[in-house]
């Protein structure tokens, strides 16, 4: 995982994969084929499994189904909170919040498979989450966001800050669209983490709402 968005980029052929794609928090049975489409467009990085509150045995289902495209696409699959069946899943890492269990088992347990941690607005927790040798770092909300609407605000100097201090991957998350998102990346995100302009969007399609970041 590197840095470098700054290049322009011309064509299809060409585009950056800076997307980090979070899926909606309920699985549609259309979901397969929007989710394919979407890949199809080539910006998209990673893509996170966010279901909260989901027994395994659904969970197992869905990312078995999911896994298929995003190996079809070459996207890295992201398991949400649930590290303790990354090996089942045989996804390609973890996403935690801080109050999602113990990071010390969840290091442990993905062994070589890509750990991220939210650190919100926090400096503290940054360096926090560098101790326990996270691949990356989340910051936000930015903006207000649909998916999480009481999610604390960060604002843009923790992400010069981060740009600047930190030799990690910087996942900038929160309300993210088609006209803010540059501003992000301007100011030193390696990644945009976006869900509601995609999947809630009652403007666009799926696959044409991912053609705008570019």
Request: glycine share 4%; charged share 30%; hydrophobic share 40%.
């Amino acid at each position: 995982m590197v840095r470098g968005l700054r290049k322009r980029v011309f064509g299809l052929s060409s585009l950056k994969r800076f997307v980090y794609l979070i899926s909606p928090n309920k699985i549609e049975k259309n979901f397969y084929r929007k989710l394919d489409k979407v890949l199809s467009f080539k910006n998209v990085k990673y893509f996170q499994l966010r279901l909260k509150n989901t027994k395994k045995n659904y969970l197992l289902k869905e990312s078995k189904k999911i896994r298929k495209i995003t190996r079809k696409h070459q996207v890295k699959f992201i398991l949400n909170d649930n590290f303790i069946l990354i090996d089942q899943i045989k996804a390609d890492g973890c996403h935690m919040g801080q109050l999602d269990g113990s990071f010390t088992k969840a290091r442990k347990k993905l062994k070589n498979k890509i750990f991220g941690i939210t650190c919100h607005n926090s400096k503290i927790l940054v360096k926090n989450a560098l101790k326990f040798k996270a691949d990356y770092i989340a910051l936000g909300s930015f903006f207000k966001s649909k998916l999480k609407p009481n999610a604390k605000r960060a604002k843009i100097s923790i992400l010069k800050w981060a740009k600047k201090e930190i030799k990690k991957p910087i996942v900038v998350i929160g309300g993210i669209n088609n006209y803010n998102y540059k501003k992000l990346i301007n100011s030193g995100a390696n990644y945009i983490a976006i869900s509601s302009f995609i999947w809630d969007n009652p403007n666009l399609k799926p696959e044409k709402a991912i053609e705008k970041f570019k």
